[in-house]
T-cell receptor
Framework: GQQLNQSPQSMFIQEGEDVSMNCTSS?????WLWYKQDPGEGPVLLIA?????ELTSNGRLTAQFGITRKDSFLNISASIPSDVGIYFC???????????????FGRGTQLTVWP | KAGVTQTPRYLIKTRGQQVTLSCSPI?????VSWYQQTPGQGLQFLFE???????NKGNFPGRFSGRQFSNSRSEMNVSTLELGDSALYLC???????????FGPGTRLTVL
């Protein structure tokens, strides 16, 4: 299966700081998804990217679909305590232009925000 | 619109038993995928169901099975439970042809 390498594994930052994390793949993706997971809950979709080079924002979150289609980046600006959680990148399997139901996930970035 | 729901939220079983987990997708979503999440392996794909048919399967033993009903609700079953099956089991639904998957809260399975 495809491997998604996500970094960093963990981040400890102070409230108000900006955060950057990224995800790289050995293969291309047609879509990149970013999720956040709180303890004991399922992942929540934050941002979806559909086109190489695309830059998309959702509030304080900004994500980019890498031009090579093998990477993606997520930035969080002016972090707040509720940003704490695990952030995952994911890419869906596709075949002959059709998106299939399997998502490949990175191992996650654990974000801790100190007040 | 209601989100994806999963029942039960928590389960404790012993080795050798079997378990059935349930998932109700977002209304109108016909595709349901199941994932296993463990600290060691991360999130791993189990299988996908669409229109009551399994369309895709991950690399899990045959003890893991599933099905989907005509109302798109899905169940997964694990037989002959092993200690290593302890995990958070997540289901996700998506609209036909869509890439975005929406997850339920998960079922935390503990095997003793």
């Amino acid at each position: 299966g495809q491997q998604l390498n996500q970094s960093p594994q963990s981040m400890f930052i102070q409230e108000g700081e900006d955060v950057s994390m990224n995800c790289t793949s050995s293969s291309i993706f047609n879509t990149w998804l970013w999720y956040k997971q709180d303890p004991g809950e399922g992942p929540v979709l934050l941002i979806a990217l559909y086109k190489a080079g695309e830059l998309t924002s959702n509030g304080r979150l900004t994500a980019q679909f890498g031009i090579t289609r093998k990477d993606s980046f997520l930035n969080i600006s002016a972090s707040i305590p509720s940003d704490v959680g695990i952030y995952f990148c994911a890419g869906p399997e596709f075949d002959r232009g059709s998106t299939l139901g399997r998502l490949y996930f990175g191992r996650g970035t654990q974000l801790t925000v100190w007040p | 619109k209601a989100g994806v729901t999963q029942t039960p939220r928590y389960l404790i079983k012993t080795r050798g038993q079997q378990v059935t987990l349930s998932c109700s997708p977002i209304s109108g979503h016909r595709s349901v995928s199941w994932y296993q999440q463990t600290p060691g392996q991360g999130l791993q794909f189990l299988f996908e169901y669409f229109s009551e048919t399994q369309r895709n399967k991950g690399n899990f033993p045959g003890r893991f099975s599933g099905r989907q009903f005509s109302n798109s609700r899905s169940e997964m079953n694990v037989s002959t439970l092993e200690l290593g099956d302890s995990a958070l089991y997540l289901c996700a639904s998506r609209r036909t042809g869509g890439a975005e998957q929406f997850f339920g809260p998960g079922t935390r399975l503990t095997v003793l």
